[in-house]
C-alpha cells in the first residue's frame, strides 16, 4: 500500500485512478450488506488477534483502517472472540519483517527484532492470527515457530469466504 | 480626568493579585470570573512548590479579602465582550450568565446541591467524580454561593419537572427566572489575567490517556491529592481506589513538541510540578513508595528549585533521563509497563502502578477567540503578544497583561507580573486616584473594659487537613467546658466566607468579647480573623490563634489520640491568654509620601521612573559612578531586543526626570524607622526622610576559579558570556575568523558551593552561539551542558540553535569538561553519553557561563532595613509564593538579581511590581502601625540602659532628666528585644506580657 | 569509554548529503530524548537504535553509519517518528544510507528482489505463468466447486471499474490462497480485473533505497492500470 501511495506521491507520477485498501472495501461491503457474513461456524470460539502492518495503516491511512479491520475481523469470527494487542493501530508494534529484513538475511537480528511483536501476541493468548500483509504474515509466522508459539498465522480472506452467506 | 475604575478579567491569582493591589491603591476594580467563584487553577492545587505550602491554605485568605473588598466589585459567571475608547476612558461590555440562585438569599447551606437529584461530571476537579446540577466548586469558594448548571438542570432545561432545590432551599434564593445581564462599565484601563488551559493529552495514543485507566495528568494527580478533591485527599488511583505504591511521571507531554501538539515551546513550571507531586505523594503515602520521574533536561530553574531537586534525590525519587514512547498494559490488575532506554542506549522495563503525565501549559480558546475581539496581537504560540521591555503591556495601549496567558510561567512570576500590570493600569490613572471608591467603615468599637470575659471558640476542620488527625468535635466540646468560654463550634474551613460572615453574627448574638481560632498559622490567617473582630464591632486585639494543624495534625498524624489532647492543650492556653488581653488603640503613622530605591541598575532605574510618574518623589542611590548596572554589559535580548539603546533612554529619561533624585557613588550609612516613616543617611551626609524602599542591590557575575576556572585568565582564547557581549556591543570583528567555538554551561552553578541554577546562563550562552553562528555559518559551535534551560519559550532559542547545526554535548559532575593548552591553543575533552564515548575539541573560543552571585552589599542594606537574606545571601522575600517582591518589613521591597537570577525582562517586570506595592503605600496618608507596643513602668526603670542597646529600631531612648527610658510608640514593632533585655522587670508588651504568658504556660500544664 | 572521536574539526558529509536529499530530515532537530529508541523493536540490535543512529551523524561519524547491518533491521516502520516530539523520520534517513551502500554489498535476496521486480515481478515468475496460473486454478475451482461454478478471475478487463494487485507469491508458491479474494469479490458482484504485467502487489524495491528503481516500478503499474481504465486500484494489503 505504502510502495504504491508513497511513490505516487513522492516521485508525482501521474495516474487516473484512486487507490484504496481491500481492507477498507471490506468493511463498506458488509455495512453496506454486499458482503454478506454470518461468525456462527465459530462454535468453538476460536480465539483471533492481529497484526497492524505498519505501511498500511501508520504509513497510509492510519486508524480508520485498522478500526475497518477490527470491524471486519468481529463481523467474521464473532466480537467476543476477538482480542485486540497493545500497542495496537497506529501505534503498533513493526513485526520486523517489513522494510526487506526477510529477504536482507540478518535472521538473528529479524528475530531479535521480533521478540516484541512476539510477545505481544503470545500475551493476547489467541489461536489464530490474522496478518492482511504479505511481510507480516512471513514474518509472524516465523517468529510464532521460532520462539514456539502456539498460534495459526493466516491471511484474513479465507474466514471472510468461511463466514460467506451467498 | 481618567476614570478612577479598573477592569480585572480573569479571577485566577494574577487577576485576584491585580485586583487587590489596585483597590488598595485607591481605584474601583471590576473583577470579571468566567466561573462561578474566584481562586482559578491555584485554587485546585493541593500543595505549592518549593514550600509545600498548602495552596488553598495560603490562597484563601487574598480571596476572602478580595470577596470583602469595598473597593472590589465581583462579576461571576461573565465574560468581556467588547471593549471601546482609549486609555482613561473606556467603555467595556461584561455579559453576566444567570447563576439561578439569588446570592444575597443564598446562606451557602448546600440543601439544594443534596436535594439535587442530577449528577453530572465535576469539571472542578477534571471530570473525576460527580457534581450536581445545583453546585459549589470547592468549599473556600469566593462568593461562598451555590449555582445552578443551566445545561444540566432537569427544570431549567423543562421547566415544570424538578425544582427540588427550591422547595428545599430555606432563604428562598432559588430564582429559576434568573436572566443574563450586559453590564456596561467605564473604565479607565484593564489588566488581562486569563490564564492557561491544561494541554489535553487525549490526542496522543501512544500515551494510553483516557484508554487506561491509571494514566492521569498532574492537575487530575492535583485533585487526587487535594483534600477537597474527589477522594478527600487519600491517594488512591483511578481502576481500583487502591494506594498507588510506583508511580511514574512524564514530563513535556504537549510541550517542546512541534510533531504531535505542535507547542514547541516549555511549559516552565511542570518539572517542579511533577517533584512537587513525587515528594507530596511520598507524604501521603502510607508506608513504600516509590516514585519515578522520565524527563529531558530538568528544569528547576526558580529560587529554591534546584535545592528541591537535590534533597528530593536524596530522599529517594528516581530521574531517569528518558522519554517514554508508549505506556502499555502491564497486566489485567491496572498496572502499567513503560519500556525505555537509559542514555547510553541500554533498554530497560519497569512497571507502575499509576503513570502521570506531565502536561503543558497552552492558550485556551475562549482567549484567542476574546484577543481577536479586543484586537490584541497574539504570539506564534498564541500567547497575548507583550514586549520585552515592557512586559505587561499589550499591542493596545491601555491594555496590560499578566500571569500565564502572556507565557507558561509559576505562580510567584504571575504574582509579580500582576502586580506589575496593576502598577502599569493605576499609573495612567494616577490623577483619578480615590475618585471612584468608597471609604471602609466599621461599626462603633464596644467598649468591653468593664464586661466579664466570654469567650467565643471556633475549632477548624482545614478539610481533613486537621480532622483526619485530630478530633474536632472532641475538641469543641471541650472548650466549651474551659472557664469564661461561653460559645465553642466547629467548621469545615473557618476562613471561608459563609464561616466569616457567620462568625460576626455569632460574636454580636453571643456578646462575645474575646475570640479563640483553633485552626492554622496566624502568619496567614491572623489578619483574616482580626478583621472580622472589628467587622462585629470588637477590638482586633481580643483575639488569639491556636496553631492545631502546623504544629499538631501535620506532625502528629499517627497519633490522633495524643494530637487531640495537644489540641485541647493548645487551645487551652489560647483560651488563658485571651482571657487577659485587653482592647487597645490603633496607632497610625503619616506617610512621607517619597520613596529610596537603592540600586542603579535596569530594577532600580524602572522602579524609580514607576513611582516618580506617579509624582511620587524618588532618590536613587547607586554606590557605582554610573547608572545602568549589568545592563552596561549586555548586547541583546533572547529575542534579539538590542538593551544599550534601551538602557541609553532609561538613563537619560531617570538623569531627566524633575521627581528622581540620582545619587552616584553614594551608600546607605544608616537608616531607621519603619513603614511610612523611614529615616535614612546617606555616605554623603544626606538625611532622607521617606515612607518606603525599594531594594534593587544587583548580582554579580562569578569569575571562575578552581575545578571551574578551565584556564580563565591564562589562556586569551577563554571568556565570560558578558565578556563576549561587550565584544559584540563594541561590534567586534574577532568571530569572522573563529573555527571552532565551545560554550560550557553552568560553570559554578548547581555545585555545593553555589547550589542555585542561575536561570540566565543557558539562554544567553544559546543566544550568544546563535549570534555567532549568524555572524559566521561556518563556525562550529559546541555547547557543553547539564541540562538545557530555556524555559517558556526561549526553548524556541534551543530550537533555533540546534537548527543551526550548534551541537549540545551533555556533562555531568562525574565527567566536567577537561579543559588543556598546547602552545596556546586550547584542547576540550568532553564525554558524549549518547554514544559513549570522548570527544576532543580544539576551539579558538571557549566561553563559559558563569553564575550569578549575590551582591555582599546586599546584606548589608538588608540589615539597615530589617529585612532577610537566605543562606546564598540573596535577599529573602516575605514569602516565597504569593508576596514575591515583599520583605518581611513592611514598606521595604525588592527587585532584580539580589532576590535571584533572571533575564532583563523579568527584573523589569518585578521592578514594576515593586513599585506597585510601594505604591499602595504612597497613596495612602497614614498607614496602621503596631499597637501592641512596649512601655515601660517608671517606677521600676533603673535606667540601666540597656533597652536602648538592643532596640533594633531606635524606638527606645532615655529620658536623662528622670533617668528612665521612654519608647516612641511609633517606631516600636513590638518585637519584645527589651522586654526580654530589661532586668528590673520594667519593660512589658501590651496583651503579650507576663500577665498573658504566664496564664498560658500555667494552663498547659492544667 | 571506548572510542575517542577528535571532532577539531567537524565534519558530517553524509549528514549533509542526507539533508540535501530529503530538505525535511531536520536531523539536527534531535533532542536525544531517546524517545525513539524507546519505542524501537530494533534498538539494541548490532549496538545500534534511532537516536545513535542520529548522533552517529551530528558528530560525524560516517563509517559507522555506512557499515552498520542495523539498517537492515529498521524496516522503516516510521514508529519513531509517530511520536518523535521533533517528528525526525529515521527511516526516511536509513532509506537514503541504504541506497548509498554500493549494490554489490548490498544483501543479495534483497538486491534480488527488487531487480527482479523491475523485470516484472518480485519472485521472478514469468507473466505468462502467472496467466496460466489464474486460469487453471479458476478451472480446478469450476470442477470441484459446483457453487462456485461461475466463479471469474478477469485478465486484462479493459473498462473495469476495479484493477486489482496480486502478491507473486500465491502464484508462484501457493496458488490456491488467490481463491478467497476471487469469492469475496465474486459474491459482492463488482467488476474488477488483474493485469498480465505490472500485477505484482509488493515492491521491493521500496527497500534498498534507490529511488529510481522505486519510481519506475510504479510508473510502470500505474501507467499499466490506467492503460485498463480502471478507476480504483484496489491493494490486497
Redesign the interface.
Known amino acids: ?4 501511495l ?3 506521491r ?2 508525482d ?10 481492507i477498507s ?2 468493511a463498506q ?1 458488509i455495512r453496506e450488506g ?3 457474513v454470518d461468525p456462527a461456524w465459530n462454535t468453538e470460539g476460536l480465539k483471533f488477534s492481529v497484526q497492524d ?4 495503516v ?2 497510509s491511512l492510519g ?1 480508520p483502517v485498522a478500526d475497518d479491520l477490527r470491524f471486519v475481523i468481529k463481523s467474521v469470527v464473532g466480537e467476543e472472540n476477538f482480542i485486540d494487542v ?2 495496537n ?6 513485526c ?6 526477510l ?4 535472521v538473528d ?2 528475530r ?6 512476539f510477545d505481544q501476541l503470545q500475551d493476547t493468548g489467541a489461536d489464530v492470527v490474522i496478518t ?4 507480516c504474515h512471513t514474518q509472524v509466522k516465523d517468529i510464532c515457530d521460532h520462539f514456539g508459539g502456539k498460534w495459526q498465522t493466516t ?1 484474513l ?2 474466514w ?2 468461511k463466514a ?1 452467506q ?1 | 480626568m481618567p476614570k478612577g475604575s479598573v477592569l480585572v478579567v480573569g479571577g485566577g491569582i494574577a487577576g485576584v493579585q491585580a485586583a487587590l493591589d489596585l483597590a488598595d491603591s485607591g481605584f474601583l476594580v471590576h473583577l470579571v470570573e468566567k466561573t462561578t467563584a474566584i481562586g482559578g487553577r491555584m485554587s485546585q492545587l493541593d500543595k505549592t512548590f518549593p514550600t509545600n505550602d498548602c495552596s488553598a491554605c495560603i490562597l484563601s485568605p487574598k480571596l476572602v479579602e478580595c470577596g470583602r473588598h469595598l473597593n472590589i466589585n465581583l462579576l461571576t459567571l461573565s465574560d468581556l465582550v467588547s471593549l471601546e475608547g482609549e486609555p482613561g476612558n473606556f467603555k467595556a461590555v461584561v455579559h453576566q450568565r444567570p447563576r439561578y440562585v439569588d446570592p444575597t438569599k443564598c446562606i451557602a447551606c448546600g440543601l439544594c446541591a443534596e436535594k439535587c437529584p442530577k449528577k453530572v461530571d465535576n469539571e472542578y476537579n477534571l471530570g473525576i467524580g460527580k457534581r450536581k446540577a445545583a453546585y459549589l466548586s470547592f468549599p473556600q469558594a469566593v462568593p461562598l454561593k451555590y449555582a445552578i448548571d443551566p445545561d444540566n438542570c432537569i427544570w431549567l432545561k423543562k421547566p415544570g419537572r424538578c425544582g427540588a432545590c427550591a422547595k428545599v432551599c430555606p432563604a428562598g434564593a432559588i430564582n429559576f427566572d434568573d436572566k443574563a445581564v450586559d453590564h456596561e462599565l467605564e473604565v479607565g484601563s484593564v489588566v488581562l489575567a486569563l490564564g492557561f488551559s491544561p494541554y489535553d493529552p487525549s490526542e496522543l495514543d501512544f500515551t494510553g490517556y483516557g484508554r487506561l485507566a491509571n494514566v492521569i495528568t498532574t492537575m487530575e494527580f492535583e485533585r487526587y491529592l487535594s483534600p477537597s478533591g474527589p477522594c478527600m485527599g487519600h491517594m488512591e488511583r483511578p481502576s481500583d481506589g487502591k494506594e498507588p505504591k510506583r508511580v511514574a511521571w512524564l514530563q513535556c507531554v504537549g510541550s517542546r513538541d512541534i510533531n504531535r501538539s505542535c507547542h514547541p515551546y516549555c511549559s516552565s513550571v511542570c518539572c517542579m510540578f511533577a517533584i512537587k507531586q513525587a515528594v507530596i505523594a511520598k507524604e501521603h503515602a502510607h508506608g513504600e513508595f516509590a516514585p519515578s520521574i522520565f524527563f529531558m533536561d530538568m528544569r528547576t530553574h526558580g529560587k529554591g528549585f534546584e535545592e528541591y531537586y537535590n534533597r528530593a534525590r536524596e530522599n529517594g525519587v528516581s530521574f531517569h533521563r528518558a522519554r517514554v514512547h508508549s505506556i502499555l498494559p502491564a497486566d489485567d490488575e491496572g498496572n502499567l509497563r513503560l519500556r525505555y532506554v537509559n542514555e547510553q542506549g541500554g533498554i530497560e522495563f519497569a512497571e507502575f502502578d499509576m503513570v502521570i503525565l506531565s502536561t503543558g501549559l497552552e492558550v485556551d480558546k475562549n482567549t484567542i477567540k476574546l484577543a481577536e475581539r479586543l484586537n490584541l496581537e497574539l504570539d506564534e504560540d498564541n500567547f497575548i503578544k507583550t514586549d520585552v521591555f515592557n512586559p505587561v503591556a499589550t499591542s493596545r495601549p491601555g491594555v496590560f497583561v499578566c500571569g500565564a496567558v502572556a507565557e507558561p510561567k509559576d505562580i510567584p512570576q504571575s504574582v509579580m507580573e500582576a502586580s506589575a500590570a496593576a502598577l502599569e493600569a493605576g499609573s495612567i490613572l494616577a490623577p483619578a486616584r480615590w475618585s471612584a471608591t468608597a471609604v471602609k467603615e466599621y461599626p462603633l468599637e464596644r467598649d468591653i473594659h468593664a464586661e466579664p470575659p466570654r469567650i467565643g471558640v471556633f475549632v477548624c476542620h482545614c478539610g481533613i487537613n486537621i480532622a483526619s488527625v485530630v478530633d474536632v468535635k472532641a475538641v469543641t466540646e471541650y472548650a466549651r467546658t474551659l472557664p469564661d468560654v461561653v460559645f465553642s463550634q466547629d467548621n469545615l474551613f473557618t476562613c471561608s466566607q459563609d464561616t466569616i460572615d457567620q462568625m460576626v453574627n455569632t460574636i454580636k448574638e453571643q456578646n462575645l468579647n474575646r475570640v479563640v481560632v483553633s485552626s492554622c498559622s496566624p502568619r496567614t490567617h491572623e489578619p483574616l480573623f482580626q478583621e472580622t473582630l472589628r467587622d462585629a464591632g470588637l477590638n482586633k486585639y481580643v483575639f488569639e490563634m491556636a496553631n492545631i494543624r502546623d504544629q499538631d495534625s501535620w506532625v502528629h498524624k499517627n497519633e490522633p489520640e495524643a494530637a487531640t489532647v495537644k489540641a485541647m492543650d493548645l487551645t487551652r492556653m489560647a483560651v488563658a491568654r485571651v482571657r487577659g488581653e485587653e482592647a487597645l488603640p490603633y496607632h497610625t503613622v503619616k506617610v512621607d509620601k517619597s520613596a529610596v530605591v537603592i540600586g542603579g541598575g535596569i530594577g532600580g532605574m524602572t522602579a524609580a521612573l514607576s513611582l516618580a510618574e506617579q509624582n511620587f518623589p524618588v532618590t536613587l542611590v547607586e554606590k557605582s559612578a554610573q547608572l545602568g548596572g549589568n545592563a552596561n554589559n549586555l548586547f541583546r535580548t533572547w529575542q534579539d531586543d538590542k538593551v544599550q539603546p534601551y538602557l541609553a533612554e532609561t538613563i537619560a529619561k531617570v538623569n531627566n526626570h524633575p521627581r528622581i533624585d540620582v545619587q552616584l557613588s553614594c551608600e546607605i550609612t544608616e537608616a531607621g524607622g519603619s513603614v511610612g516613616k523611614f529615616t535614612t543617611t546617606l555616605s554623603n551626609g544626606q538625611n532622607l526622610q521617606h515612607g518606603v524602599a525599594v531594594v534593587a542591590v544587583g548580582g554579580k557575575a562569578y569569575s571562575p576559579e578552581g575545578d571551574w576556572q578551565f584556564l580563565y585568565g591564562q589562556n586569551d582564547k577563554v571568556h565570560t558570556l558578558l565578556e563576549i557581549d561587550r565584544m559584540l556591543i563594541d561590534e567586534s570583528e574577532d568571530f569572522k575568523a573563529t573555527g571552532q567555538a565551545v560554550f560550557i554551561h553552568c560553570v559554578g552553578s548547581r555545585i555545593p558551593e553555589r547550589p542555585w541554577c542561575s536561570r540566565v546562563c543557558c539562554t544567553h550562552a544559546i543566544d550568544q552561539a546563535v549570534k555567532l553562528k549568524e555572524m559566521n555559518p561556518d563556525m562550529d559551535i559546541f555547547m557543553l551542558y547539564r541540562d538545557i534551560r530555556t524555559y517558556g519559550q526561549r526553548e524556541r532559542l534551543y530550537q533555533k540553535a540546534r537548527a543551526l547545526g550548534i551541537i549540545f554535548v551533555r556533562y555531568d559532575l562525574d565527567h566536567i569538561p577537561a579543559v588543556s593548552e598546547d602552545s596556546g591553543q586550547l584542547i576540550i575533552k568532553t564525554h558524549d553519553p549518547i554514544v559513549d564515548a570522548e570527544i576532543t575539541l580544539q576551539p579558538d573560543l571557549l566561553v563559559l557561563a558563569t553564575a550569578i552571585e549575590p551582591q555582599a552589599t546586599g546584606s548589608s542594606v538588608a540589615k539597615f532595613f530589617k529585612c532577610a537574606i537566605d543562606a546564598h545571601g540573596f535577599l529573602l522575600e516575605a514569602h516565597m509564593k504569593l508576596r514575591p517582591v515583599d520583605f518581611a518589613t513592611d514598606g521595604v521591597y525588592l527587585a532584580g538579581l539580589c532576590h535571584y537570577p533572571k533575564p532583563l525582562e523579568e527584573t523589569i517586570a518585578q521592578a514594576k511590581a515593586a513599585a506597585a506595592r510601594a505604591t499602595i503605600v504612597l497613596s495612602l496618608d497614614e498607614v496602621p502601625a503596631e499597637s501592641i507596643t512596649a512601655q515601660v513602668d517608671p517606677a521600676k526603670c533603673v535606667g540601666c540602659g540597656v533597652c536602648v542597646e538592643v532596640c533594633a529600631y531606635n524606638a527606645v531612648s532615655m529620658d536623662e532628666d528622670k533617668n528612665i527610658s521612654l519608647v516612641n510608640a511609633d517606631l516600636c514593632k513590638g518585637c519584645g528585644a527589651c522586654v526580654a533585655g530589661c532586668r528590673s522587670d520594667a519593660l512589658t508588651l501590651q496583651n503579650i506580657g507576663n500577665e498573658q504568658i504566664m496564664a498560658a504556660v500555667e494552663a498547659a500544664f492544667d | 569509554m571506548s572510542e575517542n572521536y577528535n571532532l577539531s574539526k567537524l565534519r558530517t558529509r553524509l549528514k549533509k548529503q542526507i539533508e540535501q536529499a530529503v530538505p525535511e530530515a531536520r536531523i539536527d532537530y534531535c533532542l536525544t530524548c531517546g524517545l525513539c529508541a524507546s519505542g524501537c523493536p530494533a534498538s539494541g540490535i548490532e549496538d545500534m537504535d534511532p537516536r545513535k543512529f542520529l548522533r552517529y551523524l551530528v558528530l560525524g561519524q560516517d563509517d559507522i553509519i555506512l557499515q552498520t547491518n542495523w539498517i537492515y533491521s529498521c524496516s522503516l516502520c516510521q514508529r519513531c517518528k509517530y511520536a518523535c516530539p521533533m517528528g525526525i523520520d529515521v527511516g526516511r534517513l536509513v532509506y537514503e544510507v541504504k541506497g548509498m551502500r554500493p549494490v554489490e554489498d548490498r544483501p543479495k535476496n534483497l538486491q534480488k528482489s527488487c531487480d527482479l521486480q523491475k523485470a516484472g515481478n518480485s519472485t521472478g515468475i514469468p507473466n505468462d505463468d502467472f496467466v496460466w496460473v489464474v486460469g487453471d486454478i479458476l478451472e480446478e475451482i469450476h470442477e470441484t466447486e459446483p457453487e462456485w461454478s461461475d466463479l471469474k478471475a478477469p485478465m486484462d478487463k479493459v473498462g473495469a471499474k476495479f484493477y486489482l494487485n496480486q502478491n507473486a507469491k500465491e502464484p508462484t508458491v501457493e496458488p490456491e490462497e488467490m481463491v478467497p479474494l476471487w469469492k469475496i469479490l465474486h459474491a459482492v458482484g463488482i467488476d474488477w480485473t488483474y493485469s498480465s504485467k505490472w500485477w505484482d502487489g509488493a515492491n521491493y524495491c521500496l527497500f534498498t533505497g534507490d529511488p529510481e528503481d522505486w519510481e519506475l516500478t510504479t510508473r510502470l503499474q500505474a501507467e499499466t492500470v490506467d492503460d485498463l481504465g480502471c478507476t480504483t486500484y484496489i491493494n490486497t494489503e
Open positions: 500500500m505504502y510502495a504504491t508513497e511513490g505516487l513522492r516521485f507520477i501521474p495516474h487516473k485512478f484512486e487507490v484504496v485498501s481491500i472495501l471490506y461491503w454486499r458482503l454478506k502492518p505498519c505501511k498500511l501508520r504509513q486508524d497493545w500497542p493501530k497506529s501505534n503498533n508494534y513493526c520486523g519483517g517489513g522494510g526487506g529484513a529477504q536482507a538475511g540478518f537480528n529479524r531479535q527484532h521480533g521478540k516484541t511483536k492482511p500483509c504479505h511481510n491471511h480472506w479465507g471472510i469466504v460467506l451467498r
